[in-house]
């Protein structure tokens, strides 16, 4: 526990605020809901913080169980981070907090720092569970020149990094667009009027992906 803050309340918040309480540490997280990252992309990522931060956080959020390591293949010496199952307990509440955060965007926030993994966690985020639909098909994410697919299996929505082997909607946009239709600032009609967005598919998944994302 050396190099953390420690609040010393026997709370259960003020315990995981140990563990992710730190600056950058949560961020960090955001990284690996979306899939696997190496050293140098969570550091590119993240401008403003340096590597020598990131090994110290990293080192913490190993040692507490929270991301785990994996090799890289073809590269002996690469690494390569992933959330734990411990870790994977966080998307649920981190998404709801990204949810929740969106509304405090506002215009002038367009000048910093978007980037195509943060548009699909906007879409992640927007998620209704009671409105995944019962039926099993993919919708496909063209984020900028990154790929992401929603998958629908068993009324359960899983997100994955890269394109679907037959989906049932194409919807292609830049982050910036994504983020704002999340954040309400915009609305996905408004988006297709002006080509902000561009969507292929049969009406129907149109609405079930629409009606999930509590966009209808």
């Keep these: 526990m050396a190099g953390k ?34 050293f140098n992309e969570i550091i590119e990522n993240l401008p403003g913080m340096g ?17 785990e390591q994996l090799p890289v293949p073809g590269d002996g010496r690469g690494k390569r981070y992933q959330l734990s199952p411990l870790g994977e307990q966080l998307r649920a509440p981190l998404l709801d907090l990204a949810k929740w955060g969106m509304q405090f965007l506002a215009e002038n ?22 409105q995944v639909p019962e039926v099993d098909e993919s919708y496909e994410f063209r984020v ?19 394109g679907a082997e037959d989906p049932a909607l194409i919807i292609a946009s830049d982050a910036e667009t994504f983020v704002r239709i999340g954040a309400r600032m915009t609305t996905p009609f408004d988006a297709l009027a002006t080509g ?21």
Aim: include cysteine; charge should be negative.
């Design 5 to 38: 803050r420690d609040y010393g309340q026997f709370c259960g918040l003020a315990a995981g605020l140990n563990v992710i309480g730190e600056r950058w540490t949560l961020l960090i997280v955001r990284e690996l809901l979306i899939s696997p990252v190496r």
């Design 144 to 162: 900028g020149d990154d790929v992401f697919t929603v998958e629908v299996r068993e009324r359960t929505a899983k997100f994955l990094r890269g």
């Design 51 to 67: 590597p020598n931060l990131l090994a110290e956080r990293l080192r913490i959020l190993t040692e507490e169980g929270v991301i």
């Design 196 to 216: 902000d967005i561009k969507i292929e598919g049969p009406a129907e998944a149109v609405h079930r992906c629409t009606r999930m994302l509590g966009l209808s």
């Design 109 to 130: 926030d367009r000048d910093g720092e978007v980037r195509a993994e943060w548009g699909f966690l906007a879409v992640q985020a927007m998620v209704v569970a009671d």
